[in-house]
């Protein structure tokens, strides 16, 4: 897993690259605590080049959705491939998350 | 497909210590097994996450003694069917009995609990709990 963090238009774009399982999720919860930490409040979670998430990624995603509420911010899932996205959709945390189908949408729903 | 390729039965066992970073070598597993047994893309993902459930659990809960320990994973890839052994000697533990998880709950109240367990029942068409002398197996079968 490679995590790369760039600041656009006032939001903070994680891109969690590879695999987010349960060898990584400790890594990717303090990349999103330590941006929270900076002060961020508004978070787009790239998806696009992520092949695989297990429950222990799941959990990394839902711990930053708790979070992001508590701080009245705002967090969009986005471009998550297929086999990604049918974990959450198993996991029932497509009604809970919001999505959108590219970092681009994400940025443009974070201004309104 | 010739006859003789749909008769190909492929096996492979690997045994990981209880620790997290042995994953990389889960995935490195399944990705040979895929490749020799010409699984599609889903197969292979459908049981490596399937396989990384349990063994996440087994490694976070099964030894709480400490200490290093061995799980033993074997496949036995048939065109039909994949089997799957997962054997450990950590503490008594039945999947089968972990409370499912409440998907209906709303963001607040969530919990990823049991969902890893969830993902294994749903993804294969059989999942068998045994309590050895020893310690736990678990079968998995998925049919193709």
Known sequence: MIIVTTQREGA????????????????AEASFLALT????????????????ISSAGLRVVLVAAKKVRSMQGKLICASMNEQVRDVFEMSG???????????????????? | ?????????????????????????????FEEIGVRSNWPDRLKFDMTLSCEELLTNTINYGFPQGGRHVITLSVQ???????IRLEDEGVPFNPLEFKEPDLSLDLEERTVGGLGIFFAKRLMNEFIYERTDTGNLVILRKTI
């Open chain 2, 1 to 29: 497909m010739t006859d003789k390729e749909e008769d190909r039965t492929e096996e492979a066992v690997i045994r990981l210590d209880n620790r997290l970073d042995e994953l990389e070598r889960l995935h490195a597993f």
């Open chain 1, 12 to 27: 903070a774009i994680m891109s969690i690259e590879g695999r987010l399982d349960g060898q990584h999720a400790q890594t």
């Open chain 1, 93 to 112: 945390f497509l009604s809970i998350l919001e999505t959108a189908d590219s970092t681009e949408e994400a940025l443009e729903r974070l201004k309104a």
């Open chain 2, 77 to 83: 890839s048939l065109p039909a069917v994949v089997e």
């Open chain 1, 37 to 52: 930490a900076e002060g961020n409040t508004r978070f787009v979670f790239d998806f696009s080049a992520m092949q695989y």
